[in-house]
């Protein structure tokens, strides 16, 4: 036992000790260990007050930031509503403000009715079913005491689960297998039932009392999984399967996500209905006592539970097992298989599993089959890519030239390389915090998103177009809205009823980007999408109005869409090649193609339809989307525009060719760089003074939003200008050059207001660019134009200057922020050596400073 | 400050390159990869999940 106890922070509450089922392969009545036979029936007010305050001391004195806690039996709703509502109550108050409560039910669902769900409704409480499959198969065992089936009533109950009001709840389907059942059929009839997840179960034996094998099998169980496994993958993973997502999971070097799996440290205590703590309720297959430590939850805290022999025996990882486990090549993914299945009297616990082989079989066979080549390459990456894969890096030339202030192509692939990647993440931890059981329970309207449905079609088409739903996660506004989610998310259900009402149609908004993505791989879907600010809008591709468009913003910008309570939603259905939308107000149907292409399906709504087409402003060498229907767009600190009309894009694609053609001419080392990285060009409302305004938002790479200035120079400054902040903001992503804990306040020269260490180094990397725009400008210039451009540059020159000593002289570089600085000090450092004419005074405000 | 020397070849950053790790499997990455990718971006810690392995005997 060389490793010291960790914290426990799983806790199984036996709330009722009888069932109504009498299954014959219970591991609870059925098994060595009988203890239940002495037990009360029912956990009483006294010691569901004592669980209670040893869960919460415990979670208090070691600062977790959450607990599970699971309600089992038994049969835990033989317990009834009243004492089910006691258990819950008491622990939400107990451990309200010490950590987040993840509270779960696992049932038979015989008895559960509308009565169960509305008080599991508001407990939230997640609620798990066991079904063993198809009719036949699951009342080979599962029956009642008379021997009758159970099915029909399992079958109610999950259908209960299935409405809407209730699916929020539906936590997913425990399956024990019977190699006896026909897999695929057990498999398909568990997901018609469409569960969140599934889990199959070997049935619980040692090697004392080995499992059933048909004469010949030695691998039984492990070719029953596998020809599941095959079918789930070629199915694309319609629904996560515990057994196989812990394999997966494990490979890349993540954690399990069951104790029968992998080498994580168990952390479960079981408190029986009469207030004894035990280990795993498993190790009743062992023998008769396996489970019990002798503690009970009156006299003892969870921390000397914590000490036991028996807890601390599986908190070992590799060092708990044996010789041979050891020396395993699957041993990673495997972890000796469940604690209990190892027993054999004698030897105890220090042998495999008695599954050994079929785990060997079933792990290999899912590690051959889900590497994954890389994006262009025919090399297979191996197996534990995750934990394996690189970091990234940039070449030194490339960081010297960014810090310098340019960058070429080459510089700007390699930062959007890396937002690629967190694009992934920043996606995958917004649909696993919006669908954790209870925490899709507390946002108010989230019961009627189909969210496992759009991930499931975002997981498809990056199965079989990777780079179309690359293309579409690159749309700028799209890492936006992933942030604002995970930011509200976050937050504690209190905070984020009140500062975040409109969640759920943000959450939605996933279902949107799967819809875009599949019309544009050309793979069916069926999603549901909220209707925002009057339309329905497909990321990359445009939006369909389907009621009165509200403007952007009235006055101020805004983060999110308007608040709303419950979200109205639209179904969208892309089914060959038609594009429907049912809203509560209408059907529409629209041409995939031409969504896609721009053909004539797609028509502007001011010609007549109600589809509005994302557009793009072109020229020589680039093409930019012009982002004027993205709800996630008005999230600058200027509002954004409303839609362009006809004439107000012409205008704009005027201007752009004119500003291009000069950053093209006379700034000719900023055009590689914004050629490769500028995405967009969001419309921003003029100030109402007629100043000039432009902006960028951290989130959105690739983004640069403005208002149309009145001259086109002035645009290709601006375009200049933000992309610096652009391309930092990529940096930043990847590097740490300051502490992030200095949170002082630093005077920046362009600004009036004092801005934190990050606003001043990102407002000096941008005057970097901007000095150096006007030494170029005086340069081409002749006359008061030439003067005017001179006196900018000699200004701007020295207040950057000034910037970047004071960023120097901050403390509060590390030695990377360090070497940044020093790229951008030689650039100014080469344009102070340009001879300037005697200062001339400037006017107070001029086109491209801020920032 | 006078800039020092450097004969890097390349600028290493903590971020894990995750591109070719399915979507599907996204959800079972560590915690730790995880935070490599969003720790800048939205810097909280994660919370909210009990990470470790589950019991076995519910869902």
Redesign the interface.
Known sequence: MGLPALPLRQFVLKVHSRCDLACDHCYVYQAADQSWRGRPMAMSGETIAWTVQRIAEHAKAHQLAAVRVVLHGGEPLLAGPARLRLVAETLRAALAGVCDLDLRIHTNGVLLDEEFCELFAACGVGVGISIDGYRAANDRHRRFADGRSSYDEVVRAIGLLRAPRYRHLYAGLLCTIDVANDPIAVYESLLELAPPRIDFLLPHATWDEPPARPPGAATAYADWLIAIFDRWLAGGRPVGVRTFDSIISTAYGGDSLTEALGLGPSDLVVVETDGSYEQADSLKAAFDGAPATGFDVFTESLDTVGQHPGILARQQGLAGLCETCRACPVVTSCGGGLYAHRYRTGTGFANPSVYCADLLKLISHVHSRTRRPARGSVQPAPAGAAAASPAYAVPAAEFRALAAGFGAASAIGHLAETQDSMRRALLSAVYQAATAVPGAATIPGAAALDLPAAWGLLTRIDQSSPQVLADVLAHPYVRVWAARCLEQLRMPPGERARSAPGLAADLGHLGAIAAAAAIRAGVGARVTIPVLDGAVYLPTLGRLVVGPVKPPSDGEPRLAPAAAQAPVLATLTFEAALVTVQTPGGLYELSGPDLVTGGPGSRDADAGTAWQPVRSLTAPGISVTLEDTDPYRDCHQWPAAPRLTGAELASWQHAFGVAWAEIRQLHSKYAPGLAAGLHAITPLSAAPAGRDVSATVRQAFGAVAAALPDDQATLALLLIHEFQHVKLGAVLDLYDLYDAADNRLFHAPWRDDMRPLEGLLQGTYAHVAVTDFWRARRTAASGPAAETAGARFAHWRDQTAGAIESLAASGSLTPLGEQFIDGMRGSIAAMLAEPVPASQPLSASQPGTGG | ?I??E?K????????????????????????D??N???R????????????????????
């Open positions: 400050m800039a020092t450097d890097r070849s390349e600028y290493p950053s903590d971020l894990a390159d995750l591109r070719r790790i399915p979507l599907a499997d996204m959800p079972m990455l560590s915690e990869v995880l490599s990718a969003l800048r971006l939205v810097p909280a810690p994660l919370t909210g999940q009990v990470p470790v392995a589950a019991f076995n005997s519910s869902i």
